[in-house]
T-cell receptor
């Protein structure tokens, strides 16, 4: 059983550019969540996808968008990058079954916006 | 979203037990208490969760107060590998399971 993987591991972009981050869920998981973690802080919930539909969203602007594919892999897209978008981006997969909502996190993608 | 309160930091010696407290006075009846930890340069890792009764697994034990307004994560014998930030999170069982992380408790383990 493979765990959650993310790509790339590191990325450098300039302000105003667009970025796509990728996540491969743990086998058998139908739900993926994305989090942003600024340096020295706890992760902040961005949004969650369940069966290819957005299932909930945190306090992030529309320029943060996502996709979930039929194989349950996922993408996080960020348009018009700002300096404050520099952070570690984490994805987590889970089973959407009451009592089994444990989330399994990937190692993250570290994004630096210059 | 119900909030949790944890100490900013704690210290322990290797092979000693560690008790990490968490207060959640506004917990609702349908909130599960989850604990995750984040080792340096890694994503968060699930530790344990419970609803009302105390829980044990291979990593830790979770002691839940009778009124559910507080809980304690117990590491029975701390190792250097347990040095991490520990997050206590309330998860609503009736909807999508977003995790609302606070600042957590940074645990240092000394040899």
């Amino acid at each position: 059983e493979t765990g959650v993987t993310q790509s790339p591991t590191h990325l450098i972009k300039t302000r105003g550019q667009q970025v796509t981050l990728r996540c491969s869920s743990q086998s058998g998981h139908n739900t993926v969540s994305w989090y942003q973690q600024a340096l020295g802080q706890g992760p902040q919930f961005i949004f969650q996808y369940y069966r290819e539909e957005e299932n909930g969203r945190g306090n992030f602007p529309p320029r943060f968008s996502g996709l979930q594919f039929p194989n349950y892999s996922s993408e996080l897209n960020v348009n018009a990058l700002e300096l404050d978008d520099s952070a570690l981006y984490l994805c987590a997969s889970s089973l959407s079954v009451p009592g089994k909502e444990t989330q399994y996190f990937g190692p993250g993608t570290r994004l630096l916006v210059l | 979203d119900a909030k949790t309160t944890q100490p900013n930091s704690m210290e322990s010696n290797e092979e000693e037990p560690v008790h990490l407290p968490c207060n959640h006075s506004t917990i609702s009846g349908t909130d599960y208490i989850h604990w995750y930890r984040q080792l340096p340069s890694q994503g968060p890792e699930y530790v344990i969760h419970g609803l009302t009764s105390n829980v044990n697994n291979r990593m830790a034990s979770l002691a839940i107060a009778e009124d559910r307004k507080s809980s304690t994560l117990i590491l029975h014998r701390a190792t250097l590998r347990d040095a991490a930030v520990y997050y206590c999170i309330l998860v609503f069982s009736g909807g999508y399971n977003k995790l609302i992380f606070g600042a957590g408790t940074r645990l240092a383990v000394h040899p």
